[in-house]
């Protein structure tokens, strides 16, 4: 059954500081999302990865996927306030079927 | 384009009542699915609908069934609520299973409180 990590599941940080949430998954997938969840609302879409090697950035957040080592990261700069939440990774378990697997879930929190 | 909308926000049951949950895919959108996130965890797969079938199926137990209609809706059923049921219910629209592009897009969820 495929599984999906999260580390850290807190993080804590002051604004201006970088740091990087990383999701590992267990079977092989060539397709993996990040989403944002804010206290009591639904889930928001950041990052699409769709192939090894893949690499975005919208803003302060970049992500990547490295599906050799089942490994996904999402690496923030600078960090500001307003980018406290909640953020998942989710892999579509057999790789296009829209069946997602979430991990745990990293709470962040900005403090200023 | 509303997006992925979902009805109703929020609702109070009581143990062994049924509940039904409404979802209406964003425009152009064939597939839903549904996920329950209970407090402090990841969304956990239900099922997936579509062609008005069910296709894939989570560890979810027969008391939640559902529905998708020709427009693509879909109602998703539990019956005999537990106290444990209580969470939020999240409905994913996207396109056929297998196309290129299957992002999901979230409505905002139905917030169900069992008691």
């Known amino acids: 059954e495929l599984k999906v990590e999260q580390n850290p599941l807190f993080l804590s940080m002051q604004e201006g500081k970088n740091y990087t949430i990383y999701c590992n998954y267990s079977t092989t997938s060539d397709r993996l999302y990040w989403y944002r969840q804010d206290p009591g609302k639904s889930l928001e879409s950041l990052f699409v990865l769709l192939s090894n090697g893949a690499v975005k950035q919208e803003g302060r957040l970049m992500a990547s996927l490295d599906t050799k080592a089942r490994l996904s990261t999402l690496h923030i700069t600078a960090a500001v306030h307003d980018l406290s939440a909640t953020y998942f990774c989710a892999v579509d378990i057999a790789g296009n079927t829209g069946k997602l697997i979430f991990g745990q879930g990293t709470t962040l929190q900005v403090k200023p | 384009d509303a997006g992925v909308t979902q009805s109703p926000t929020h609702l109070i049951k009581t143990r062994g009542q049924q509940v039904t949950l409404r979802c209406s895919p964003k425009s152009g959108h064939d597939t839903v699915s549904w996920y329950q996130q209970a407090l402090g965890q990841g969304p956990q797969f239900i099922f997936q609908?579509?062609?008005?079938?069910?296709?894939q199926r989570g560890n979810f137990p027969d008391r939640f069934s559902g529905h998708q209609y020709p427009n693509y809706s879909s109602e998703l059923n539990v019956n005999a609520l537990l106290l444990g049921d209580s969470a939020l219910y999240l409905c994913?629209?996207?396109?056929?299973?297998?196309?290129?592009?299957?992002?999901?897009?979230f409505g905002q969820g139905t917030r169900l409180t069992v008691v």
């Open positions: 609908y579509y062609e008005e079938e069910e296709r």
């Open positions: 994913a629209s996207s396109l056929v299973p297998g196309h290129l592009n299957t992002e999901a897009f």
